[in-house]
């Protein structure tokens, strides 16, 4: 079976906003606040149709520091799906202290994913909006793409746009031109 390249989303502050908690950006803790970014559904779209396959890749340590409940995450990502297709959402449920291979800036995630799925990791794209997206998809091989926010650095993706509709422009403008038969 040949590898296939795949795109891997961040969730919060990329597919949906992020819910300010204490000045901070945080997840949603039920259906009701996830609010789809308004370009995703076309973007993963446009992105299925030049032959990535796609994937969530999203920490979620909420549930394992009590804040939401582990039924509440499972409606997050059942209401997610329902907008939009993706081959798999991956989560790491872990926090810190779990000391686990999947929390993110690890690449567990990615790994296991391409182990599962045949992806060319050389040829995939991590895309986040915090720093630790940019390191994640590095420690995994990857291209990355970071969104430009107040609260990340913005230091070491490959490219870095305002909206995701400009990183979906330039990742297909990257892309080796297509033999057509
Ligand atoms: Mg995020
Ligand atoms: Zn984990």
Redesign the pocket.
């Known amino acids: 079976m040949s590898l296939r390249p795949a795109i891997f989303f961040d969730r919060d502050g990329v597919l949906n906003d992020v819910v300010w908690r204490d000045g901070k950006p945080a997840s949603p803790r039920s259906p009701d606040e996830l609010l789809l970014a308004d370009d995703c559904r076309e973007v993963v779209s446009r992105l299925k149709s030049a032959g990535f396959l796609t994937f969530v890749v999203t920490?979620q340590p909420d549930v394992r520091r009590g804040l939401m409940t582990a039924t509440d995450l499972e409606a997050i990502h059942r209401r997610l799906a329902e907008h939009i297709t993706f081959e798999e959402i991956a989560c790491?449920?872990?926090d810190d202290r779990?000391c686990?291979?999947?929390?993110k800036p690890?690449p567990?995630?990615l790994l296991d994913l391409a182990r599962r799925w045949s992806v060319d990791l050389a040829a995939s794209w991590m895309i986040g909006d915090q720093d630790r997206d940019t390191a994640c998809g590095q420690a995994a091989g990857c291209h990355t793409a970071l969104l430009s926010r107040s609260y990340n650095s913005g230091a070491g993706a490959d490219i870095n746009a305002a909206e995701l509709t400009l990183i979906c422009d330039q990742i297909l403008e990257s892309l080796p031109l297509r033999q057509t038969a």
Do not use: I, Q, S, T
């Open positions: 920490n790491c449920p872990h779990d686990c291979g999947c929390r690890r567990g995630m």
